[in-house]
């Protein structure tokens, strides 16, 4: 048996590199470098100095996007800053996740593109996680209330209800950008399923950019179709497929049950 070596092309962030590369299991490891800021502010005293870098004994791994539709991890050593004024060290953030979560901004908006069409379950089913992680996900966007750029063109777009925690505890309204049908993104989420919820996703697109939009995708409700036909003059209702044919099966479901009794 010989060896040979694979090149493997993978799209990164900029100012993220990569060290080394093992396969560990079903999945793809990387550990990675990053840029860090020519000056940090010390946390304790709060005095700006040059890095003064210091790496933990420790390596943290986070998830990635798929590759060959397989997990992928990065790995590094959390970088620290060691003030030459107090000795204090201070945990440099990095630029490819949000603090304390163990997944890239890019396997978060992955998770979030999912959810147009899936539910939760489905999701955490497909990238083999936990429900849990993707409620987190959905729950640190409903905490964010990003704004969406005002020089985004957007000309269609959907919105449905979710449920954020089990047993139907909280429902949330995610509104997402279908202008590309082959790269869904959420635009907004926004807790509640009702007329407010509604009213609130679309407040976050510009007068403009409510102009443009040219169909919307909803369920069946009589909220969001509504709407959506007052504050998107230019745009049609499409009813999503999936709620067509759920509606149809649960009345057949209920027409099948009322004959069973019957007889």
Excluded at 67 to 93: A, D
Aim: charged fraction near 30%; hydrophobic fraction near 35%.
């Amino acid at each position: 048996m010989h060896s040979v070596n694979v090149e493997i092309e993978v799209d990164l962030p900029d100012g993220v590199t990569v060290r080394g590369y093992e396969r560990h299991g079903a999945a793809h490891v990387f550990e990675i470098d990053f840029e860090l800021p020519a000056k940090c502010l010390c946390s304790k005293c709060r005095h700006e100095a040059p890095t003064n870098l210091r790496l933990k004994n420790e390596f943290l791994p986070v998830r990635d996007l798929e590759l060959f539709g397989q997990p992928t991890f990065w790995v590094y050593q959390p970088p620290l800053h060691q003030c030459p004024r107090c000795r204090q060290r201070t945990q440099i953030p990095t630029s490819f996740k949000r603090p304390r979560a163990r997944y890239t901004y890019r396997f978060e908006e992955q998770v979030l593109a999912l959810l147009v069409g899936l539910s939760v379950e489905e999701v955490a089913r497909r990238l083999g996680v936990s429900a849990e992680l993707v409620e987190g996900i959905l729950e640190h966007r409903l905490q964010a209330e990003r704004t969406i750029p005002r020089d985004a063109v957007i000309t269609s777009i959907g919105m449905d209800e979710l449920s954020l925690k089990k047993r139907h505890k909280l429902y949330v309204t995610v509104m997402s950008d279908l202008s590309d049908p082959e790269h869904p993104r959420v635009l907004a989420v926004v807790k509640g399923r009702d007329r407010e919820a509604a009213e609130r996703c679309l407040a976050m697109l510009s007068p403009q950019q409510r102009e443009a939009v040219r169909s919307h995708r909803t369920d069946m409700s009589a909220v969001y179709p509504q709407v959506c036909s007052e504050q998107l003059p230019n745009s049609q209702l499409v009813l999503d497929r999936f709620h067509v044919a759920k509606h149809l099966g649960e009345l057949v479901d209920r027409v099948r049950k009322k004959h069973a009794v019957s007889s």
